[in-house]
C-alpha cells in the first residue's frame, strides 16, 4: 500500500463550488501526498468501474470522501459508489477483506452555519450525527474511522474564513 492519500471528491456542481474547489485546489498543490479522483467528472454517466474503482482502493491505506452535504447526507453519485464499490465478499462478509486495517476520514462542506448543526439548532443534528453512517460503515469493514473536517455557511464564508479552514484540511489530511 502507498504511502499517498486517496482523496475521492464527489461534489456535483464544482464550477460553483466555493469550498469544496478552494480545498481541491490546495490539494493539487501536494501530488506526492493526495491522489485526488474525482468520481462526477471520472462516472458522468453514473456507470462506475467497479473492478476499477475496487483496485484503486487497494492502493492507498488512507481514503477521505470529500464531498458538500447533500440533503443532509452524502451526494447521489458518492451513495452509488458505496453500493456499487463496498461489496459483500470484498469490503465485508467473511472473505471482505480489502478494506480492513485501512482509515476513512471524510472532509465535508455545508451551506448552513455551524449553530445550525446543533442538537438544539435548527436542524436539530450534528454534522458528528449526520456522519454516522460514514462512521459505522468503517467500522464495519474493518477499518479505522478518523473523523472529519468540514467547514459551514459555504454561501457567507469570508476569504480568510476559507483560506484557514483550507490550511487546517491539508493538515487534517496528513494527521489521518
Partial sequence: MGQKKLVILAHPDMQDSVI??????EISKYPQEFTLHNIYELYPDWKI?????????????TIVFQYPMFWFNC??????YLDDVFLHGWA???NGTKLRGK??????????????YQLDGK????????????????????????GFHTLNDS??????????????????????
Fill in 155 to 176: 454561501h457567507n464564508v469570508t476569504a480568510d474564513e476559507l483560506e484557514a479552514n483550507t490550511k487546517a484540511y491539508i493538515s487534517f489530511l496528513r494527521k489521518v
Fill in 92 to 94: 465485508f462478509g467473511s
Fill in 49 to 61: 468501474d467497479v473492478e476499477k474503482e475496487q483496485h484503486l482502493l487497494e492502493q492507498y491505506d
Fill in 103 to 116: 482509515k476513512l476520514a471524510i472532509a465535508v462542506s455545508t451551506g448552513s452555519s455551524a449553530s445550525d
Fill in 75 to 80: 451526494t447521489p453519485l458518492l451513495k452509488k
Fill in 20 to 25: 469544496n474547489k478552494r480545498w481541491v485546489e
Fill in 123 to 146: 436542524n436539530q443534528v450534528t454534522i458528528e450525527g449526520l456522519l454516522q453512517p460514514f462512521k459505522t460503515t468503517a467500522l464495519f469493514c474493518g477499518m479505522t474511522y478518523e
